[in-house]
């Protein structure tokens, strides 16, 4: 039996909503189906699978407040099935979340009844509110001094029943505040270093421009392409900074490159780019065509928020030749990209003018050092400067 539970889908969600089951008890799911909806600071996401089996009871209510981490239902394997059919398994499922009720209750009542005789409250508000479930200490009195009545715990009930939902405020702030307080845990409990480089894109843009002549307009490529494909193949050589620190190190296989996505009413939103490092240029500029548009409609599924290794930000056009990231954790680097201008630029001795871009990288020095971005940025310029090689 496996326990399917709230995701987390970032270092910024504490908990979300559940707004949908896609799914009901006895459905069967394969890896990857979409069973529920949550609303979060980020939108309506679309919650994931990643196991094969039977759905067992639905064990949260929609527009339930749900901690992340907290069980929503189970999933019977194949071998459960085969072995007793759904029906014991129901009862299974039952029989637990019964039991875990029933706990909780107890310790509810118990707390709740040493804590009714310290609130100033008439006799009848103290009944009312114990049969009621309401805690006394979060209802506001309107009687004397203070002392809490009838009639308040009666409209804390009304207030109770009532579906709760998030704040009456703005997606784009509801997002900013999300993003502020990921950054602002970031820069308290990661110590950053910074690199940066600059790369000589004329070689890459030309290659571009000469392959973007051959193709109707609808398959042409965009520079942004180039640089997440070789940033993927950096990381291939330089493992160490695809990866999350969680307690110490854990190197991740897989390149998920989590893409900063500017969104039209403002904020940004950070949806992953799937083993990025086996793409191909084309496939990489499929999926952008794809997540991009998706994003900005806050309509993103849940691996695509949650399996990030990595981050980039890319500043696009503009004047703008430097940025600098902060790690999104649990992750342990952020590489920035610049817009690409035109510089001077020496080389064998010899003074020209050339679009430059920028590269920057933001590193944890708990998982590496200065000598490994070195060795990543140096990459990551090589790649760049053999496009027909990307």
Not at 297 to 316: C, F, V
Not at 371 to 384: R, S
Request: no cysteine.
């Amino acid at each position: 039996m496996i326990e399917f539970r709230m995701p987390s889908l970032g270092a910024d969600m504490e908990s979300g909503f559940l707004r949908e089951w896609r799914v009901k008890p006895g459905d069967r799911v394969n890896r990857g189906d979409i069973v529920a909806e949550v609303e979060t600071q980020k939108g309506l996401i679309e919650v994931e699978v990643f196991d094969e089996g039977i759905v067992g009871e639905l064990l949260i209510k929609v527009d339930d407040k749900v901690p992340v981490g907290t069980l929503m239902t189970y999933i019977l394997t194949a071998d459960e099935t085969r072995a007793g059919g759904i029906e014991p398994f129901r009862e299974m499922v039952a029989e637990k979340k019964e039991a875990k009720i029933t706990e909780r209750k107890s310790i509810k009542e118990k707390i709740e009844l040493a804590a009714v005789h310290h609130i100033r409250a008439s006799p009848l508000a103290k009944k009312l509110a114990t049969e009621k479930g309401i805690d006394l200490s979060k209802v506001k009195g309107s009687g004397p001094g203070g002392a809490v009545t009838r009639e308040d715990v009666e409209k804390a009930v009304v207030e109770k029943s009532a579906p709760e939902a998030l704040p009456e405020k703005s997606i784009t702030e509801n997002i900013r505040m999300a993003v502020a307080a990921a950054m602002s845990k970031s820069n308290r409990e990661i110590p950053h270093y910074y690199l940066q480089t600059k790369v000589d894109m004329r070689r890459a843009l030309t290659w571009l421009e000469e392959l973007n002549k051959q193709r109707s307009v609808k398959d042409r490529l965009l520079p942004v392409v180039l640089l997440i494909k070789a940033v993927a193949k950096a990381l291939k050589d330089v493992p160490d900074l695809n990866a999350w620190w969680n307690n110490g190190l854990q190197l991740k296989k897989d390149i998920h490159i989590g893409f900063v996505v500017s969104l039209r009413t403002g904020g940004i939103i950070v949806p992953a780019i799937h083993d990025a490092g086996k793409k191909s240029v084309d496939e990489l500029m499929k999926t952008l065509s794809d997540i991009i548009p998706r994003a900005r409609a806050l309509k993103l599924r849940s691996s695509e928020l949650a399996d990030s290794t990595i981050t980039i930000t890319n500043i696009g056009d503009g004047a703008v030749e430097t940025v600098f990231g902060v790690i999104y954790p649990p992750q342990v680097a952020l590489i920035g990209f610049g817009g690409i201008t035109e510089q001077p630029w020496a080389e064998k001795g010899m003074l020209d003018v050339r679009p430059v871009l920028t590269v920057s990288l933001a590193a944890d020095h708990r998982a590496t050092d200065g000598n490994t971005g070195k060795l990543f940025l140096t990459a990551v310029n090589n790649y760049l400067k053999q496009p027909d090689q990307l």
